[in-house]
Each structure stands twice: as C-alpha cells, then as structure tokens.
C-alpha cells in the first residue's frame, strides 16, 4: 500500500483547511485508513479513522465536531476535513493504512503498517 497526503498549509485559528491522501498498491475491501498527528516534542497520537467499507468513522475526542474523514472510493482519495481550527491542532499529519486493522484497533498506531510521508499543519493564534 502506497500514500501520499497533502493539503497542507498555514491558516489562521478558526480557519478550515482540507488534507488528502492518495492510496494506491491494493484492493481496498476491508482496507482501514486513518489519520495520526504530531506537534514538535509529543507522541505521534490518532486523529481519525475509516475503513474503505462500511462507515465506522471513529474520532479522538479532541476533534471530534470539528474534523470529518471522508472516503472517496473512486478517487481512492481519504480526505480530512479540519474545521474550526485551533492553535493546539497545529503539527505534521500522517495518512496511514493498513488491510488488517479489526475494528477495535482503529485508534491504534501500532495497527497501521503503512505510512504517508506526512503533511505539516501550522495553525496561527
């Protein structure tokens, strides 16, 4: 499985902003993709995640109202939609995917065995 994210940038708090994140490389039936973040000096932490089939939108609680993911099967395009953003969301996005994700495992990075090379997000106060 290949990624490739993008979209991001450099907006204001309260601003909106759209990253995508292109896969590629495999079937994607049962295929679990998700978004993790990291801010300078922190732990990579989960941000949201889907599967390919069926919704199971699932969502840290510190964005849940304001992000949605989106999966766009015939682009074969994740996208995450950031909406009111904060200073504290500022830090560099990763897309990861991975086939084999079970269900309660989604918010778990170790899950994920495939990774996008990351987006940076820098959201002014």
């Known amino acids: 499985v290949q990624l490739e994210a993008s979209g991001g940038g450099l907006v204001q ?7 995508s994140c292109v896969v590629s490389g495999r079937a994607f039936g ?7 973040r ?15 089939s069926g919704n199971y939108a699932t969502y840290a609680e510190s964005v849940k109202g304001r992000f949605t993911i989106v999966i766009e099967n015939s682009k074969n395009t994740v996208y995450l939609q950031m909406n ?11 897309c990861a995917a ?23 997000v820098t959201v002014s106060s």
């Open 13 to 19: 708090a309260g601003d909106s902003l759209r990253l």
């Open 98 to 120: 991975d086939p084999s994700v079970i269900l309660s495992n989604l918010l778990s990075r170790a899950a994920y065995h495939n990774w996008g090379q990351g987006t940076q």
């Open 30 to 36: 049962r295929l679990a993709v998700a978004w993790f």
């Open 38 to 52: 990291q801010a300078p000096g922190k732990e990579r932490e989960f941000v949201a995640a889907n599967r390919f």
């Open 84 to 94: 009111s953003l904060r200073p504290e969301d500022t830090a560099v996005y990763y």
